[in-house]
T-cell receptor, first 119, second 114 residues
């Protein structure tokens, strides 16, 4: 399965601390994306990192990608209570469509890390 | 733009009834995706469309599920007949392109089948 797996499943930290979440996957990718989901809401895209990139920053977010280890990490610095949410990694893959000969490009999501930031 | 719009936000129905979920993607987006989210299985891709044409429906669980996209601004996911195991949150997402592009998710429809 191409599915990414996040680690840990749940993380609880104090406001102001850094939060690190990891994602491991199994096969080659073109890119890896991180999404956030607040309770009862849809997923929101945070950042995309391509397979030829090793690190990317966006505000308080830092994403790293190690294709040799097939893993990625998401670091949230100086966490805030509003960062409380579930965080998902998504890996891309092209899978064959049965009986058509064509390929289906898909994102496969992990089950997420539930982050709680305590004020 | 208002983002991806889904309706209804909540649906409670009895086993055996027909359920129709609706989605309006972001204008100009060529790709539309239907996902299902449960605690046990996480987020699963059911089907996706490119320019209103279904490309891959291999994730649709069984014949009780069907999806249509009659035009670029509207899609439906229908379950007939519904069963309790269909209870989940169903998300619609759209994307400007497919490869290397982010997906924009709607707020979801929470379906409960009793």
């Amino acid at each position: 399965s191409q599915q990414g797996e996040e680690d840990p499943q749940a993380l609880s930290i104090q406001e102001g601390e850094n939060a690190t979440m990891n994602c491991s996957y199994k096969t080659s990718i073109n890119n890896l994306q991180w999404y956030r989901q607040n309770s009862g809401r849809g997923l929101v895209h945070l950042i995309l990192i391509r397979s030829n990139e090793r690190e990317k920053h966006s505000g308080r977010l830092r994403v790293t990608l190690d294709t040799s280890k097939k893993s990625s990490s998401l670091l949230i610095t100086a966490s805030r209570a509003a960062d409380t949410a579930s965080y998902f990694c998504a890996t891309d893959a092209t899978v064959p469509i049965e009986d058509s000969g064509a390929g289906s490009y898909q994102l496969t999501f992990g089950k997420g890390t539930k982050l709680s930031v305590i004020p | 733009d208002a983002g991806v719009i889904q309706s209804p936000r909540h649906e409670v129905t009895e086993m055996g009834q027909e359920v129709t979920l609706r989605c309006k993607p972001i204008s100009g987006h060529d790709y539309l995706f239907w996902y299902r989210q449960t605690m046990m299985r996480g987020l699963e891709l059911l089907i996706y469309f490119n320019n209103n044409v279904p490309i891959d429906d291999s994730g649709m669980p069984e014949d009780r599920f069907s999806a249509k996209m009659p035009n670029a601004s509207f899609s439906t996911l229908k379950i007939q007949p519904s069963e309790p195991r269909d209870s989940a949150v169903y998300f619609c997402a759209s994307s400007l392109r497919q490869k290397d592009y982010e997906q924009y998710f709607g707020p979801g429809t929470r379906l409960t089948v009793t």
